[in-house]
């Protein structure tokens, strides 16, 4: 006789309805699974997040912005561009957020749409609390982006 399991929505003969011992630990072998790997997402979804954090992109505070920077965690690089030919020149500043000392500094020096990108792995400590500041500088004037608490 053929009937239809609500369970697995599907026709199936009488005898596969019965329950059996195996079928038990069948059961029970994939929830042990489904646990196990659901752990196993958990802990290393928490230990990414610990690793270290980029700054995202970080504009310098004039009225175009004219430059720009960001801190990326892994391997502790630093890129800047200057998206203008105004005679202004963009620097980037990695800082110990407890003391402001800075830490890792990047800059341009050929102007307008120039772009300039390097690591420091032995410079910057890792798992510390570090800041971003992006300038943009001529004679003495300058215009700062900054971002605070970042995880190295």
């Known amino acids: 006789m053929i009937n239809f399991s609500p369970i697995d929505n599907v026709w199936v003969g009488r005898e596969s309805l019965r329950p059996t011992r ?12 489904v646990l196990g790997a659901a752990c196993s997402l ?9 690793a270290g954090t980029n700054s995202g992109w970080v504009y310098t505070t004039d009225w175009d912005p004219g430059g720009q920077g960001a ?23 990695v800082f110990r957020m407890s003391t402001y000392e800075t830490l890792a500094e990047l800059h341009t020096t050929q102007g307008g749409g120039s772009h ?17 500041r992006v300038s943009l500088i001529k004679s003495g004037d ?5 971002k605070y608490n970042v995880i190295s």
């Open 22 to 33: 195996s079928g038990g630990r069948k059961i029970k072998k994939r929830i042990l699974t």
């Open 142 to 146: 300058k215009f700062s982006g900054f």
């Open 116 to 132: 300039t990108y390097q690591c420091f792995p032995s410079k910057v400590p890792e798992n510390i609390k570090v800041g971003v």
């Open 71 to 93: 801190f990326g965690h892994d391997g502790d690089c630093l890129t800047v561009y200057d998206n203008q030919k105004d005679g202004y020149n963009v620097e980037i500043h």
């Open 42 to 50: 958990a802990f290393l979804a928490s230990g990414t997040a610990s």
